[in-house]
């Protein structure tokens, strides 16, 4: 054999037996094994059938490896050669490294002084070019001790089975697909700049127990290019910590928010990103501080802004906060974020002592204190019609073409009749309000062409004599979780005696479901409306029967609507209605 430089040869690089052994394991496994079994092979036993599907349908095995511990890793390259692979040229990646110091407690500063290399070299499959074997290669000189090598070569640690995705745009999804119950925990992860490519991002997941080889239950997911979002969401685990962390400081996410709609920002960057001087230029707030706030607004447990060079732009979630936004939530978020912000700090009070929170924090029961402080009462007014996307659904979701008037009873500014009315160009409305809320129904169904059509009644709806009488259709949307039973039964009862025979009632409300884990909002809705009204409740569906039953209606349908919302359908049961008694007739 000659040397390079004398053309004397040298002996070739030879790899232990047992590192042979390690690589032909991978190649077989790798040639005998279809996507699904290898996928199947390194979840938990009962993964579920979806996230197994979620898997294949959208990734495809890219390689299996091992950790091999030659003297010269020129060997392995050979080794590979000689079985008929193409090995590609050795990188050096930090995925691994950092895992294994991790297991191992390598420092830090070691780790920066060069310590612990791991090469990496993958080499295709010649007869499925698809899929390749990873052997990672750790030198006796590369900062590991014996004690960490013994263990490497009994455990096979870094033993796995990597999928590619083919559409890396999805990584988030099936890393949230993967994190359900059944599934693998997070392992780590990285950002490994492949030469010549885009580089790949590696989430690594693992699972107790062992694949039927003996080997760990460890799964790569890779994804072309750099995710730097995802990788670091994964890197932190969610574990219990994060996980209560984000909820505890979910307050400080919902005032930035408020802050965001307090001075317009959403606004000033609603025809393009602006950059965080220009923003504070506008709003005549101080650099430094609108820089802090346009950062928590980036954080994505807020995610109302993003990054774009120099410049913030609006996420969709941002946009809403426009408040020329046709679809505007910004009202809502200032009311959240300000009157029934400060109420619900007294939510301690309400539970433990049975006082009212939003009575102890301002002194007044909410609807008078509306009716006292008219800039609250008109923020309360055009939140309630912000948050109400799913009005557009009622008119979808029951045919009231049969119907010549309806009445919507504590109607708010009228956004639910105008929908009605654009749909059904016949129907004639009446509307019940308080009588300060009634200004802004009538600017509202001016605004959107239906005056003319809708009646106002200032009055009160437990008060029999104020509900319009003989309507086809009455509606009470949003009415019945403020109050009591006592006070439900007597709106019902109210609206009852001014129905006819053929009336139908519809109550929109969004029902508490029946498993308290149910992901519905509506669990959350019953706190506020305990925070914020007096005597409110959020009831199941079976509650809002039997109250409809005891006023005198009975149920004859229920569908869903968005948000978790519904519209029960009631008709008056004949024998009780006040057929048509005229008091203010629609
Ligand atoms: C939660 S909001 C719902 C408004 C509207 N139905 C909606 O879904 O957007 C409750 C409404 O009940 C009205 N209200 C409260 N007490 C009332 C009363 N005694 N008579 C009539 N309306 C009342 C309030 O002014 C408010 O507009």
């Known amino acids: 054999m000659k040397s390079r430089s004398d053309g004397a040869l040298t002996p070739k690089a030879r790899l232990s037996d047992d590192d042979e052994r390690r690589i ?38 890219d390689h299996a490896g091992c950790l091999v511990f030659p003297t ?23 995925v691994v490294r950092d895992r294994l110091a991790g297991r191992y407690h390598v420092q830090e500063e070691r780790l920066k002084s060069g310590f612990l290399h791991v090469r990496s070299i993958h080499a295709r499959l010649p007869d499925d070019p698809s899929r390749a074997v990873e052997v990672l290669c750790v030198g006796p000189d590369d900062g590991l001790d014996l004690p960490a090598l013994r263990d490497e070569r009994l455990e096979k640690h ?29 392992d780590g992860g990285g950002y490994d700049p492949v030469p010549g490519e885009d580089g790949v991002t590696v989430l690594r997941f693992h699972a ?9 239950r460890r799964l790569e997911v890779l994804a072309a290019g750099r995710h730097t979002d995802v990788l670091l969401r994964h890197l932190s685990g969610d574990g219990a910590e994060r996980r209560l962390l984000r909820r505890l400081t979910g307050a400080w996410g919902t005032q930035a928010l408020r802050v965001m709609a307090d001075l317009e920002l959403a606004d000033h960057l609603a025809e393009g990103p602006l950059t965080c001087t220009e923003l504070g230029d506008r709003t005549g707030v101080d650099a430094d501080r609108m ?67 939003f009575t102890v924090v301002y002194g007044q029961p909410p609807f008078e204190y509306l009716r006292d402080h008219p800039r609250e009462r008109r923020l309360f007014t055009r939140a309630m019609a912000e948050g109400s996307a799913f009005f557009s659904d009622v008119a979808t979701v029951v045919d009231l073409s049969g119907a010549r008037t309806v009445a919507d009873i504590g109607g708010g500014d009228g956004g639910l009749l105008a929908h009605l009315c654009d749909t059904y160009p016949n129907l004639r409305c009446a509307l019940l309000e308080r009588p300060e809320v009634i200004g802004a129904a009538r600017d509202n169904l001016d605004a959107r062409g239906h005056l003319d059509r809708c009646t106002l009644v ?55 479901p029946d498993d308290p884990a149910d992901p519905s909002v509506s669990s959350l809705w019953d706190l506020h409306m305990l925070v ?25 349908d229920e569908r869903p609507l968005r ?16 057929s048509g008694r005229p008091v203010r007739q629609v």
């Open 158 to 186: 870094e033993n796995h089975v990597a999928v590619r995705l083919t559409d890396p745009g999805r990584l988030e999804d099936l890393r949230s697909a993967l994190l359900r119950p059944g599934g693998p925990r997070p």
């Open 532 to 556: 914020n009204n007096v005597g409110g409740r959020e009831r199941s569906r079976e509650q809002y029967r039997s109250l409809l039953d005891e006023a005198g209606f009975v149920v004859v």
């Open 72 to 94: 010269d890793p020129a060997a392995v390259r050979a080794f590979l050669r000689d079985h008929g692979l193409h090995p590609l040229r050795p990188f050096t990646g930090s």
């Open 208 to 216: 107790d127990g062992r694949t039927r080889l003996g080997w760990p």
């Open 24 to 61: 032909r394991e991978v190649h077989d496994y790798l040639r005998s094994t279809g996507d699904i079994d290898a996928v199947t092979d390194v979840l938990p036993p009962r993964a579920p059938a979806e996230m197994i599907e979620a898997i294949t349908t959208h990734c495809v095995v």
């Open 563 to 578: 948000l978790d919302m519904s519209v029960t359908i009631a008709r008056t049961v004949a024998s009780e209605c006040r």
């Open 291 to 357: 820089n802090r706030l346009l950062r928590a607004l980036c954080h994505p447990w807020v995610g109302a802004l993003t990054p774009v060079g120099e410049t913030y732009a609006l996420t969709d979630l941002g946009r809403r906060l426009a408040g020329r936004s046709p679809d505007s939530m910004r009202h809502l978020a200032l009311l959240y974020g300000d009157l029934l912000y400060r109420s619900f700090c007294a939510l301690p009070e309400g539970i433990k002592d049975d006082v009212q929170p």
């Open 458 to 512: 200032p009055g009160s709806f437990t008060d029999a004599r104020d509900v319009p009488t003989g309507a086809d259709v009455y509606i009470v949307a949003r009415i019945l979780h403020d109050w009591d039973d006592q006070t439900c039964l007597a709106i019902l009862r109210a609206v009852h005696g001014a129905a006819t025979a053929d009336s139908t009632l519809l109550v929109i409300e969004r029902p508490l």
